[in-house]
């Protein structure tokens, strides 16, 4: 009896020994899996960090690029602006010239030769300059065809356009789009009959 109890009570305290021993495994196990899940999730933190300072990054070099290349745009135009100036300055003046050269030749009293030869001077670099300035075209002609020549690459390059039209065939195409009843509206008319 002395020995079943002793067994007994060997017995039990091998099951607290193994029941203890079993805690501090489980109890160790679950400080591994807590101490995983903390590391996955600072590590998930950090690559989130990271993604967000690299997507802020790629915004600002996006955002640096488009304002480089929206500068260079506006510079473009620009020059090209201040270069037809320049250009359609010099035909004025060349024009204007040739005005005053003719009003002169009329109110000096030799109408022969002189006169004739600077008419066909005249009207010779009229005709040469480029847009045609002997025509007079309407405000909306000269309109498309500066949105034309500026933009006339784009539209070009897409297959739009073969080339750039002359300002006669502008104007003959605003003309037929403006004809009623067998004559040409005003400008002013067509608005009023558009609204």
């Known amino acids: 009896m002395k020995k079943s109890k002793e067994a007994r009570y060997k017995a039990s305290q091998e099951r607290k020994k193994a029941e203890k021993r079993k805690k501090r495994e489980d109890l160790r196990d679950e400080r591994k899996r807590q101490k995983m899940v903390d590391e996955e999730s600072k590590k998930?933190?950090?690559?989130?960090?990271?993604?967000?300072?690299?997507?802020?990054?790629?915004?600002?070099?996006?955002?640096?690029?488009?304002?480089?290349?929206?500068?260079?745009?506006?510079?473009?135009?620009?020059?090209?602006l201040s270069k037809d100036f320049l250009r359609r300055g010099k035909a004025a003046e060349l024009v204007s010239s040739q005005i005053v050269l003719d009003m002169r030749s009329t109110t000096t009293a030799s109408y022969g030769s002189n006169k004739q030869n600077e008419q066909e001077k005249c009207s010779s670099s009229l005709t040469t300059l480029s847009p045609k300035l002997s025509q007079i075209f309407e405000e909306d002609v000269l309109r498309v065809r500066d949105f034309i020549s500026t933009f006339g690459s784009f539209f070009i390059e897409r297959g739009y356009i073969k080339s750039i039209p002359s300002l006669d065939a502008l104007q003959k195409a605003i003309n037929s789009l403006r004809w009623e009843n067998g004559k040409v509206v005003s400008r002013m008319e067509w608005k009023r009959y558009r609204c």
Do not use: G, P, T
């Not at 600002?60 to 020059?79: D, N």
């Open 44 to 80: 998930r933190v950090r690559i989130e960090e990271r993604l967000n300072r690299l997507s802020i990054q790629v915004d600002e070099r996006l955002h640096k690029e488009a304002y480089f290349q929206r500068e260079k745009a506006i510079f473009l135009l620009a020059k090209n």
